[in-house]
């Protein structure tokens, strides 16, 4: 299967930081990616599609980038809400996988 | 707006067997392909299987093929999960997760809503 690799697992920010998750394919997956937010106790939300277009009623301070093999979800300016579990998912090849999260916390 | 309410999760002891529901309403529910979900307790996301919108293409994670079947109740707007041969292994939330596409030929996409999981419990 196609690997999804996340970095950092961790990440300490403060409320107004930029922050920038990255996904690795091993693989190109052309555009085919999405990135969700996943609060302790809740579902999956999707934030974002096809690599960069925002889902209905996502914040604009959320934006994905990238194609191919490498993409990026930036925060620009971290708010309370933000914190969270975010993970990326590849959906160029079957089966879609997921990366193994990134957990942005409170510095 | 879109909802998906999943029920039957619960205690099994290994090799047993349950059968998750899922119920969904606010949306063409025969227009789109649908998905189980899993997390295991402190872990991240596993994709466990998919169906197309007309049952027409199922699809299986292999840790749970041949054990595991899926399928759909387009009448009933319903999804189920029939899991059988438990393992410790399987115990996790499982979420229901609607695709942005039928899912045509496992021509999945990305999971624009989700249910609010269900616990499976596997244990001796």
Redesign the interface.
Known sequence: DLQMTQSPSTLSASVGDRVTITCRASQSIRSWLAWYQQKPGKAPKLLIYQASALQSGVPSRFSGGGSGTEFTLTISSLQPDDFATYYCQQYNTYPGTFGQGTKVEIK | EVQLVASGGGFVQPGGSLRLSCTASGFTFDDYAMHW?RQAPGK????VS?ISWNSGSI?Y?DSVEGRFTISRDNAKNSLYLQMNSLRTEDMALY?CAKD?TGGTD????????????MLVTVSS
């Open positions: 979900v991240g996301l596993e994709w998919g699809d994670a979420y942005h496992s021509d999945y996409g990305y999971f624009d809503s989700w249910g609010q999981g």
